[in-house]
């Protein structure tokens, strides 16, 4: 089952051909961690949403409360029997139909999806993990790359790249040959006690858990953080490297070209990251 706009239908023949979510990528989306009906980090999600929403000039309903979707969500949830597990919940805002490039309605619509999950807390992978830069196509700075919109075509060609040469994931470059994020979430380096992220001038996603990630560095004194751009020739000189997304959490990477890291400061920042999450 489904939430399409309140009502939980089937999966099949929901979305029309004139949808415009699909036929312009005129849609956002969030990606939420939901542990025994517990919404992870959800006033983040939905702040960034609704200041997405504005971004793209969607008109935002009355009715478009936290309080509002929140229900909506666990609605979906326990008509699914989820309520007791852990579930990647998928929420799809989309501009209504009508019109070509020009919209001739504003308004929205949503859809919610859910899947179950194995992890109810955040745990680190210690498997190999190995990365290298995606270079057929670059990411073009500017408010609009900080959205999670539907239009993602760089990180399926990206992951298709990632496949076919056995890699675990790619860092994107941006026009400025700087490495703005991971093909699924937001990179962080570490060289001494300093731990580093690109800005979001740089065009990286505005990611839910990098935001908890440079909350928690913040505060430990004996880390600091910068949110500076990051040359690739940066990648072979620093001691770790990780992912972040509201999934994962923390991935680490093991490898990349001929560098091997180390895991120690994500494995800090995981214990304190899931103490944020029981005592949110």
Request: glycine content about 6%; aromatic content about 10%; hydrophobic content about 40%.
């Amino acid at each position: 089952m489904i939430n399409f706009n309140g009502t939980l239908q089937r999966e099949t023949d929901i979305i029309s051909i004139s949808n415009r979510g699909y036929t312009y990528g005129d849609a956002l989306f969030e990606t939420i961690k939901v542990s025994h009906g517990k919404l992870l980090f959800w006033e983040d999600h939905y702040f960034r949403l609704m200041a997405s929403m504005r971004i793209m000039r969607m008109e935002i309903p009355m009715s478009f409360t936290m309080e509002f979707l929140e229900a909506e969500i666990i609605k979906l949830l326990s008509e699914n029997n989820m309520l007791k597990s852990s579930v990647r919940v998928k929420l799809i805002i989309h501009r209504k139909t009508g019109g070509l490039y020009l919209p001739s309605d504003n308004g929205v619509g949503f859809v919610i999806s859910a899947k179950t999950i194995d992890t109810d807390f955040y745990l680190l992978n210690e498997n190999r993990y190995e990365v290298d830069l995606y270079k057929d196509f670059y990411v073009s700075p500017s408010l609009l790359s900080t959205l999670k919109t539907n239009n993602k075509i760089i990180n399926v060609t990206g992951s298709i790249y990632a496949k076919e040469n056995n890699l675990d994931n790619c860092f994107l470059l941006n026009t400025n040959k700087y490495v703005v994020e991971a093909l699924n979430g937001n990179v962080f380096l570490v060289k001494g006690n300093i731990v580093k992220t690109p800005p979001m001038e740089d065009g990286c996603l505005k990611g839910v858990m990098r935001k908890q990630l440079i909350e928690i560095i913040g505060l430990i004194p004996e880390l600091s953080i910068e949110e500076s751009s990051i040359s690739p020739f940066e990648l072979q000189k620093v001691d770790e490297i990780f992912i972040t997304n509201v999934i994962t959490g923390i991935q680490s990477v093991t490898k990349y070209r001929k560098k091997v890291y180390s895991n120690n400061v994500a494995k800090q920042l995981l214990q304190k990251l899931n103490v944020k999450v029981r005592l949110s």
